[in-house]
């Protein structure tokens, strides 16, 4: 199965900031995408990543508030845009193969 | 909008003990997975079942999907600490590849 890294691990960030989140993949993939989780609960998904085309967002969640890039089948960002604490999450990364999905391990954010 | 119930969220139990969670939904799934995540960690793929009425085990775990392939269950048989962790099922959304995670139970195996 794919090996995902995904940067950065964890961060602290200000209100009103932006934080970029990196999602490297050793293998191409067709699939993946961007999940959000709060600490020991479940995963919720924000956006399928596509190549060479914009993101398709979950209800909820909008391009202006979480820009997605994909330039390749090997690497996505996730943008966390004028963050709030609310915004105070994991944020993981997926992709889906024949044998299985693999989540990255995860990008901590805390907004103060 | 489909929804994936998980039972319990809690578990604490002994090392030696067997337990079972659940997973239930009204909506059918093209497939089930299950996943364990500790902290700082991804979920990690444990299985996936795609036929209604599978089982498959994996050393002490056992997974089913029902026949209508709308509900699963994990069991797991004389429970080790190493067990420890946080356990999500999920639910595939045919060709999307989207998946839909229920709530998690988190499970505690005391020594």
């Known amino acids: 199965s794919a090996v995902i890294s995904q940067k950065p691990s964890r961060d602290i960030c200000q209100r009103g900031t932006s934080l970029t989140i990196q999602c490297q993949v050793d293998s191409q993939v067709t699939m993946m995408f961007w999940y959000r989780q709060q600490p020991g609960q479940s995963l919720t998904l924000i956006a399928t990543a596509n190549q060479g085309s914009e993101a398709t967002y979950e209800s909820g969640f909008v391009i202006d508030k979480f820009p997605i890039s ?43 | 909008t489909q929804l994936l119930e998980q039972s319990p969220q809690f578990l604490s139990i002994q090392e030696g003990e067997n337990l079972t969670v659940y997973c239930n939904s009204s909506s059918v799934f093209s497939s089930l997975q299950w996943y364990r995540q500790e902290p700082g ?71």
């Open chain 1, 70 to 112: 994909r330039p390749n089948l090997t690497f996505s960002t996730l943008t966390v845009s004028n963050m709030s604490p609310e915004d105070s999450s994991i944020y993981l990364c997926s992709v889906g193969q024949m044998d299985g999905y693999t989540f990255g391990s995860g990008t901590r954010l805390t907004v103060v």
């Open chain 2, 41 to 111: 960690e991804g979920p990690v793929l444990l299985v996936t079942v795609v036929t209604g009425g599978e089982v498959k085990k994996l050393k002490r775990l056992t997974f089913q999907f029902g026949d209508a392939r709308k509900d699963s269950s994990l069991h797991i048989t004389a429970a080790q600490p190493g067990d420890t962790g946080l356990y999500l099922c999920a639910g595939g959304l045919g060709n999307t590849g989207k998946l839909i995670f229920g709530q998690g139970t988190t499970l505690q195996v005391k020594p």
